[in-house]
């Protein structure tokens, strides 16, 4: 079954501070991944996105890392703001290449991230 | 450019009342997608469309209807609405080969 679990669930940091988010996933054929932030009371917004081929990306003070091999992604928070409270949620497309756009999107339930002055 | 638009923001109903959400979006993406989001239950598929004149059946389509009117509309019908509706639905248009989905501001519904 095609599944995308994050840990943790909830996370509360100082302003300032760093963090890890982690997002592991049992999906096949995997396409790629993408992390998403949703503030409270709005819809999701993209990060970034990573394909197979990629092991490190980064936007800004979010880092994003993929191991295709233990089919684990991480996202690395730096320097964390206040307005980096929120929740964000890693989502997998899981499809054969022809399969376009009828690639599933299997959605993770999300971290959610609290910073704290 | 408004991106994905939803309407209305928030809505009560008694149950049993039936509505429609409206969306619709100005990227011209082929791909639409309605959402419900739950605490501790992440985002469910509730329909899709993966083209103009084409729908299908998400993770929890039952209890809703959905028509894809044009390549810009795609709209959520509940029929007879039920209390376990009531939820936060997101309207949502973009590009599954990469991930890609922009969404809407979202609607908070409840079902009394």
């Known amino acids: 079954k095609n599944q995308v679990e994050q840990s943790p669930q909830s996370l509360i940091i100082l302003e300032g501070k760093n963090c890890t988010l982690q997002?592991?996933?049992?999906?096949?054929?995997?396409?790629?991944l993408r992390w998403y932030k949703q503030d409270t009371g709005r819809g999701p917004v993209s990060l970034t996105i990573?394909?197979?081929s990629e092991n490190t990306k980064s936007n800004g003070r979010y880092t994003a890392t993929l191991d295709a091999d233990t089919k684990q992604s991480s996202l690395h928070i730096t320097a964390s703001q206040l307005s980096d409270s929120a929740s964000y949620i890693c989502?997998?497309?899981?499809?054969?290449?022809?399969?376009?756009?009828?690639?599933?999107?299997?959605w993770g339930l999300g971290t959610s991230l609290a910073v704290n002055p | 450019n408004a991106g994905v638009t939803q309407t209305p923001k928030f809505q009560v109903l008694k149950t049993g009342q039936s509505m429609t959400l409206q969306c619709a979006q100005d990227m011209n993406h082929n791909s639409m997608y309605w959402y419900r989001q739950d605490p501790g239950m992440g985002l469910r598929l509730i329909y899709y469309s993966a083209s103009e004149g084409t729908t299908d059946k998400g993770e929890v389509p039952n209890g809703y209807n959905v028509s894809r009117l044009n390549k810009r509309e795609f709209s959520l019908r509940l029929e007879s609405a039920a209390p376990s509706q009531t939820s936060v639905y997101f309207c949502a248009t973009g590009q599954p080969v990469n991930t890609e989905a922009f969404f809407g501001q979202g609607t908070r519904l409840t079902v009394v």
């Open positions: 989502v997998v497309s899981a499809g054969l290449r022809n399969a376009g756009n009828n690639r599933k999107l299997i």
């Open positions: 997002c592991n996933y049992t999906v096949s054929p995997f396409s790629n």
């Open positions: 990573m394909t197979f």
